[in-house]
Nanobody, 126 residues
Framework: QVQLVESGGGSVKAGDSLRLSCTASGRTDRSYAMGWFRQAPGKRREVVAA????????KYADSAKGRFPISRDNAKNQMYLQMNSLQVEDTAVYFC???????????????????WGQGTQVTVSA
């Protein structure tokens, strides 16, 4: 198992940027597919972006394409979500997730992940 801690959330204005970080500890000697999810009030948790172990391949939700590049630095056991041009509808709790798997897989559904962080709040006001 790996422990995940998110950071970088906050309250910003529409059009601003934030960079979320996810730091992993514990069994970091395995290859993990990782992803970012978010959950807005009254809504289900949804994928934002996910990438494979190398970080060379990533997939995005339509809402994140072109605005929220995802990346990772395995040497630092960290994953990032650079959120640009934030909109009010991006307001949510953002979670990072990980699952030990092969080096090529990208996992896009909540049920595929078995390690979760506690979440970080992102609030965007008009």
């Amino acid at each position: 198992q790996v422990q995940l801690v998110e950071s970088g959330g906050g309250s910003v204005k529409a059009g601003d940027s934030l960079r979320l970080s996810c730091t992993a500890s514990g069994r970091t000697d395995r290859s993990y597919a990782m992803g970012w999810f978010r959950q807005a009030p009254g809504k289900r948790r949804e994928v934002v972006a996910a990438l494979n172990y190398s970080g060379m391949d990533a997939k995005y939700a339509d809402s994140a394409k072109g605005r929220f590049p995802i990346s990772r630095d395995n040497a630092k056991n960290q994953m990032y979500l650079q959120m640009n041009s934030l909109q009010v509808e991006d307001t949510a709790v953002y979670f990072c997730a990980a699952r030990a798997t092969d080096v090529f897989s990208i996992l896009l559904t909540e049920s595929e992940y078995d390690n979760w962080g506690q979440g970080t709040q992102v609030t965007v006001s008009a």
